[in-house]
């Protein structure tokens, strides 16, 4: 069973930036997607970016596009997150996520799709 695991250094300043890691227990390569989605309390979970496995194609949500950047490393064991530019309301629990399911290329940012999901890290960006 593909288990992921998030880390990444938590607080920073409006404006600053961070990078997540997802360490995944196997290679993801099987994987027809990869994602990184964020939640706040009382709302549901929402896509932030994700790549397509085989042409490593990326998608971003409006609200992130060039401030973030997705990214594998070769081995696809870890899936990172740059964060740039961060914004008081990009703060949010990040989840990274797997999908194993080719719905994930035609339905991007479907939570619904994603079977595998780390514990989380939380994000916190203060104006």
């Known amino acids: 069973q593909l288990q992921l695991a998030e880390s990444g250094v938590g607080s920073v300043q409006a404006g600053g930036s961070l990078k997540l890691s997802c360490a995944a227990s196997e290679s993801t390569a099987s994987a027809h997607c990869m994602a990184w989605f964020r939640q706040v309390p009382g709302k549901e979970r929402q896509g932030v970016a994700e790549?397509?496995?085989?042409?490593?194609?990326?998608r971003y949500a409006d609200t992130v596009r060039g401030r973030f950047t997705i990214s594998q490393d070769n081995a696809r064991k870890i899936l990172y997150l740059q964060m740039n530019s961060l914004r008081p309301e990009d703060t949010a629990m990040y989840y990274c996520?797997?999908?194993?399911?080719?719905?994930?290329?035609?339905?991007?940012?479907?939570?619904?799709?994603?079977?595998?999901w780390g514990q989380g890290t939380q994000v916190t960006v203060s104006s």
């Open positions: 996520a797997a999908s194993r399911t080719p719905l994930c290329v035609s339905v991007s940012f479907s939570s619904r799709n994603y079977v595998y």
């Open positions: 790549i397509i496995s085989g042409p490593d194609t990326t």
